[in-house]
Nanobody
Framework: QVHLVESGGGLVQAGGSLRVSCVAS????????MGWFRQAPGKARELVAV????????YTAQSVKGRFTISRDNAKNTMSLQMNSLEPEDAAVYYC???????????????WGQGTQVTVSS
């Protein structure tokens, strides 16, 4: 049984920083690509960042490029998203996902976390 648990969401002022993390259990973590999606009220779910199993390859959405950094620690089965220079538009529920992908416009993943709320005040 695969299980992903996010932590680290919260309230931050615009321009501030926040780090969200995801701990995985029940799977071979280091062989799985991992990623973060986010969904704001009334908006479509968006793929924010992806990192390969070994951590050598990353993808960051244009909307957060230069501000967000994805990383992982395979020894701890943990993946993190460091978010800097946060903007009100970054406010959303952030979801950890294993093997994330976008196929034909559909957001897919082998497994999803329960989500963690990030709120950015202006």
């Amino acid at each position: 049984q695969v299980h992903l648990v996010e932590s680290g969401g919260g309230l931050v002022q615009a321009g501030g920083s926040l780090r969200v993390s995801c701990v995985a259990s029940g799977r071979t973590f280091s062989s799985s690509s991992m990623g973060w999606f986010r969904q704001a009220p009334g908006k479509a779910r968006e793929l924010v960042a992806v990192i390969s199993g070994g951590g050598a390859t990353t993808y960051t959405a244009q909307s957060v490029k230069g501000r967000f950094t994805i990383s992982r620690d395979n020894a701890k089965n943990t993946m993190s998203l460091q978010m800097n220079s946060l903007e009100p538009e970054d406010a959303a529920v952030y979801y950890c996902a294993a093997e994330p992908m976008v196929v034909g416009g559909l957001q897919k993943a082998d497994c999803w976390g329960q989500g963690t709320q990030v709120t950015v005040s202006s």
